[in-house]
């Protein structure tokens, strides 16, 4: 539609990135470009416009960039789901499977009331593996998760369709196959 195939065109696609045969898709060109930044977020504030929405959770580090702006526009409130090691109050962690080794993320106990709605928001679905240890964080606390979002999916990987099948309902800007 109107949104994506726009915000598509201003995504870079740097070959063999950061490793041979990788594809990284580059989303530094979106944010650079004015016009691109303001569609990407407005898809966003479209999607969860007078829904109830109590929180934006971001993951570490793009998803910064997009829930921030968001949670700023849905007057909701902004929680980081960070790289483990970084909160400095009590904390949750869920560890997860990459494909070399395992990587954590990490929760303030305080981040949400339970019941709490929230959309949860990174730049990029490629496993899934990364969203699925945040969204059970999320979940640990008892807040409810209304949609995981994400600007890029990449679908061969499976990611969106692994989180669907865990009852996550998945929205995201544009996808690569
Ligand atoms: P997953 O956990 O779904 O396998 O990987 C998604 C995470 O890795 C996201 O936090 C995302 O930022 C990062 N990521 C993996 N591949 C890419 C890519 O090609 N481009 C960008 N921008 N991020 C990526």
Redesign the pocket.
């Known amino acids: 539609d109107y949104f994506s195939e726009s915000i598509k065109k201003a995504i870079r696609t740097v070959p063999d990135w950061p490793k041979p045969g990788v594809?990284?898709?580059?989303?530094t060109t979106v944010l650079q470009d004015k016009t691109a930044f303001r569609k990407l977020i407005d898809a966003f504030v479209h999607r969860y416009h007078g829904e109830e929405i109590d929180a934006v959770a971001a993951?570490d580090a793009?998803?910064f960039i997009i829930g921030s702006a968001l949670a700023y526009e849905l007057n909701a409130s902004l929680v980081l789901v960070r790289k483990k090691g970084k909160l400095p109050f009590d904390t949750l962690v869920e560890d997860y499977e990459l494909e070399y080794g395992t990587a954590s993320v990490e929760l303030h106990k305080d981040a949400f009331k339970p019941g709490d709605k929230v959309v949860l928001v990174?730049?990029?679905?490629?496993?899934?593996?990364?969203?699925l240890a945040a969204s059970r964080l999320i979940r640990r606390i008892g807040a409810e998760i209304i949609e995981v979002a994400a600007m890029?999916d990449l679908p061969d990987?499976g990611?969106s369709r692994k989180l669907q099948d865990e009852g996550l309902p998945v929205y995201t800007v544009c996808s690569f196959e």
């Not at 990174?122 to 969203?131: E, R």
């Open positions: 594809s990284f898709r580059d989303i993951v793009r998803g990174d730049d990029l679905i490629a496993t899934g593996g990364t969203m890029i990987l990611g």
